[in-house]
């Protein structure tokens, strides 16, 4: 199964609803909580490609998105076999 990283803040509807997801499917991640460390959030935001918002997932070497983005790939179907991979 593919490495999955999730960057976080506190009191993040969104970073709960994506890390239940993940949860529910039984997939393990690491996650980083950016709340109160400015590199870490730097670091997000060049590894997101500019993207700032909460949460930033990645599966391995791909870069999901937020939340919705989660969501929108498992209703299509396509979230298994990227965490697969």
């Given at each position: ?43 997000m935001v060049q ?24 969501h929108d790939l ?12």
């Open positions: 199964m593919a490495e999955v990283v999730i960057y976080t803040r506190q009191l993040c509807g969104f970073c709960t609803a994506a890390k239940r997801l993940l949860e529910r499917k039984g997939v393990a991640y690491k996650e980083h909580d950016a709340t109160f460390d400015q590199d870490l959030r730097k670091e590894k997101a490609n500019g993207r700032s918002t909460f949460p930033q997932i990645f599966v391995g070497d791909t870069h999901v998105g937020g939340c919705d983005d989660l498992d209703r299509a179907g396509k979230l298994d076999a990227l965490l697969a991979a």
